[in-house]
């Protein structure tokens, strides 16, 4: 009879609260352990395990906040399920180890409805760094017009994972994002704000906003340390705009090791994305940054760049990589820049700048490979010499596809594979001139006779002789303001036979490892 008590007392507490610890669970698998229900069942933390509805119109602000505190306090990463979740106010701060994920962006929605101007969620350890945060698959949406928001406002980041993210709302009264922005009555609201450091990354994030992308100060570093975007990798971005720029770094902050990748969808807004590094004497200076598969369209700006760059001390190495540029903006702004790569740059605007670059210094080189400049288009290298260059159609495009620009030759040795040199008559030629005087000099022939290519030094008083394999040349050399010359025959065996200066008859010169012939 007790026996039968007590298994009634058991049924009886099975819906109870400590109902889960009276019933037994033992995995499938060889080696498997016995654990009861309760157990297993804490192996997930859900925001519904503290109340949470998801239901759109319930407030579940506490309940989240509960939730939040928890897994700080446990360690478990928080689930957030399947589910219209509404937010009235900033929801507790993250300070760093923690997890959040859910079902995916169009399942866990995450309703902002602010009643004054406000962040929904805030990453921030103080004057520490926030380390190894992961935020993924869920959505953040709002439907207020009214109120200034932040969906994202992350500090001084340090190994911290955003996945599968899509911000967004019913704002934007015009443009491509029209009613589908987390956006305010003044387009102030902002999809992702960061404030430094290193080591994040953010892929397969969509973020509809009145700015999308904005990367403000690391308050915990000084900006000359270079500290406030260092080695961030930012993949899969689908951003739409509304009157600002999508990506946009504050003014005085440099960008290093940093990389836009994987598919850059880049829709609406004015400028694409929009530096100015002020910096004058930075500890670390701008470098390392790439734009990779960038679509840049319908921007609703025709005064503004795609790319709109500047740098106090020029950015060390930049590079834009299959980039779009569709017609309705300007292309690229580039102000200051040590190594600048276009890759498969593809301009379509017709009427206004592609390109523009300023401020070049002696040791600027720009690099185009497989560029299309778009004809009408302008294309604007002050500044630099062009030293190598594809043909190209200029009645079709505007510029060469494949080109080397320079701010100034300093090597002494380079290998020209074809070269053609044409004037109104043999006495004028081609002159590449340094600062000093020195200067590579390439005067025509007559018709059939080839070329003469002299080097000569600043003093003008001697000369190193660069020959064409098969041909016949002269050797030319100056004394004072005259010109000498004696012939010279490259032989088969690569040596080179010419008459002596003096008339004391001829001499065989061999080239010594570095191409270079002495003189007689």
Not at 302 to 307: L, N
Not at 411 to 418: I, Y
Not at 419 to 431: D, L, S
Request: glycine letters at 10%.
């Amino acid at each position: 009879m007790s026996k039968s008590r007590d298994n009634v007392d058991t049924l009886d507490n099975l819906p109870g609260p400590g109902g889960s610890a009276l019933v037994g669970f033992v995995q499938s698998g060889s080696g498997a352990i016995a654990r009861t229900m309760q157990d297993k069942a804490r192996d997930i933390v859900s925001v519904k395990d503290f109340g949470a509805t998801g239901d759109s119109s319930t407030d579940d602000t506490t309940n989240f906040n509960a939730a939040i505190a928890a897994c700080k306090l446990s360690g478990a990463a928080l689930y957030v399920p399947d589910g219209t979740y509404k937010i009235t106010s900033s929801l507790t701060t993250i300070t760093g180890q923690f997890t959040m994920y859910g079902d995916g962006p169009f399942k866990s929605r995450i309703q902002f409805a602010p009643t004054a101007n406000d962040t929904l969620l805030e990453l921030s350890n103080g004057a520490s760094r926030a380390e190894h945060v992961v935020l993924r698959d869920f959505a953040m949406y709002s439907t207020d017009t009214t109120y200034t928001k932040i969906a994202m406002d992350v500090y001084d980041l340090s190994q911290c994972v955003f996945e599968r993210l899509f911000i967004h709302g019913t704002g934007m009264a015009s443009g491509p994002g029209a009613g589908a922005g987390w956006s305010d009555g003044s387009a102030t609201s902002i999809g992702i704000r960061t404030h430094g450091r290193e080591a994040t990354g953010l892929s397969d994030i969509s973020i509809f906003a009145d700015k999308p992308i904005v990367i403000a100060a690391n308050p915990n570093t000084d900006a000359d340390d270079g500290e406030d975007m260092d080695h961030w990798n930012w993949q899969n971005l689908y951003l739409v705009g509304n009157g600002n720029p999508l990506i946009s770094v504050d003014t005085g902050l440099g960008v290093n090791e940093t990389v836009f990748g994987g598919y850059q969808a880049w829709v609406g807004g004015t400028v694409g994305c929009k530096i100015n590094d002020t910096r004058a004497a930075p500890v670390v200076p701008s470098r390392g940054i790439e734009f990779f598969n960038v679509r840049r369209e319908q921007g609703t700006s025709a005064s503004d760049y795609v790319f709109d760059l500047t740098f106090t001390v020029p950015v060390q190495q930049i590079t834009f990589d299959k980039v779009l540029m569709a017609a309705g903006t300007k292309g690229i702004k580039l102000d200051g820049f040590s190594r600048a790569v276009l890759d498969q740059v593809t301009a379509a605007m017709t009427s206004t700048d592609a390109l523009t670059v300023a401020n070049v210094t002696a040791s600027s080189v720009l690099v185009f490979r497989g560029c299309i400049w778009q004809s009408g288009a302008t294309v604007t290298t002050t500044g630099l010499t062009q030293i190598h260059s594809q043909a190209y159609r200029s009645a079709s495009f505007s510029a060469p596809s494949d080109a080397v620009y320079a701010g100034q030759i300093t090597d002494t040795q380079f290998n020209v594979a074809k070269a053609r040199i044409t004037a109104a008559n043999a006495g004028v030629g081609f002159v590449i001139t340094g600062t000093t005087g020195d200067g590579l000099q390439m005067l025509p022939q007559a018709a059939g006779s080839g070329v003469v290519v002299r080097a000569v030094n600043n003093a003008e008083s001697d000369f190193e002789p660069l020959t064409l394999l098969g041909e016949t040349v002269e050797i030319r050399y100056r004394t004072g303001v005259a010109t000498s010359a004696v012939a010279a025959t490259i032989n088969s065996d690569g040596t080179v036979t010419f008459a002596s200066l003096a008339g004391t008859g001829s001499r065989t010169v061999v080239a010594d490892a570095n191409g270079k012939i002495s003189a007689p």
